[in-house]
């Protein structure tokens, strides 16, 4: 998904989030894309995902897929 304009985008961490500020950023994006970013570097790089990717992605961390 290149070239996508992430300025405008609001960004949202988990209720989960503790408060050492080790997270990442979500945003939901236009056409159902998710844009994920580091809160620690708010103005660097961003992953943006396609609806099926993070949809696959969200089932795979609750099924436990990515548990170590």
Not at 19 to 25: L, R
Not at 26 to 37: E, I, K, N, Y
Request: aromatic share 10%; hydrophobic share 45%.
């Amino acid at each position: 998904m290149a070239n996508t304009d992430l300025h405008a985008a609001t960004w949202f961490k988990s209720s989960h989030s503790g408060s050492q500020g080790d997270c990442v950023e979500v945003a939901w994006l236009g056409g159902g894309a998710v844009g994920v970013r580091d809160s620690k570097n708010p103005t660097g790089p961003a992953l943006v995902f396609a609806a099926g990717q993070w949809d696959s992605f969200t089932a795979g961390v609750v099924a436990g897929v990515f548990d170590c």
